[in-house]
């Protein structure tokens, strides 16, 4: 779903991207599904709470992104997250620039954090890459909204 508008003779942009993040051999680092066992150790609760965190530093902290809503899962984060660029009018290729920032800083620190709890420096904490889709219209956007609100083993939501 993108939105233009004209300002000071350039163009500003605004899309909507579903981003899913998966954790390294999807091992279950910020608790057990829910379906199994409904409890959660103080440890995997701990890891939970420091990817809580560093999205709303990380939302903060980067100009023109803004995370509209997200939910961690045992081996998963789901996010809508939108981009404002201000750029010419011509069309670009692959993953924007904008996002992958964004998820590359989140994504570096939440590991650092995450291992020095564990204590095991440099291991991975996510998978390489991410999926992300960009939201197309107003059905999509509710039907994935619907998605992140029914996830029946949600950790921490925001």
């Known amino acids: 779903m993108i939105k233009n ?78 981009l404002a660029e201000e750029r010419p009018n011509q069309e670009v290729k692959g993953k924007p620039r904008m996002l992958t920032s964004f998820i590359a800083g989140l994504k570096a620190a939440t590991a650092k954090r995450i291992n020095l709890m564990r204590n095991q420096p440099g291991s991975p904490v996510w998978r390489r890459s991410y999926k992300e889709q960009l939201i197309e219209d107003e059905t999509m956007l509710a039907r994935l909204r619907k998605k992140l609100d029914d996830s029946s083993n949600v950790v921490i939501s925001g």
């Open 5 to 82: 508008s004209k300002r000071n003779g350039s163009s500003l942009q605004t899309a909507l991207y579903y981003v899913r993040l998966t954790t390294h051999d999807s091992s279950q680092l910020f608790g057990q599904d829910r379906a199994i066992d409904d409890s959660c150790d103080d440890m995997q609760a701990s890891l939970a709470d420091i990817v809580a965190g560093e999205m709303y530093q990380a939302a903060g902290s980067h100009r023109g992104v803004a995370v509209d809503q997200w939910v961690l899962e045992p081996d998963a984060l789901h996010a809508l997250i939108a």
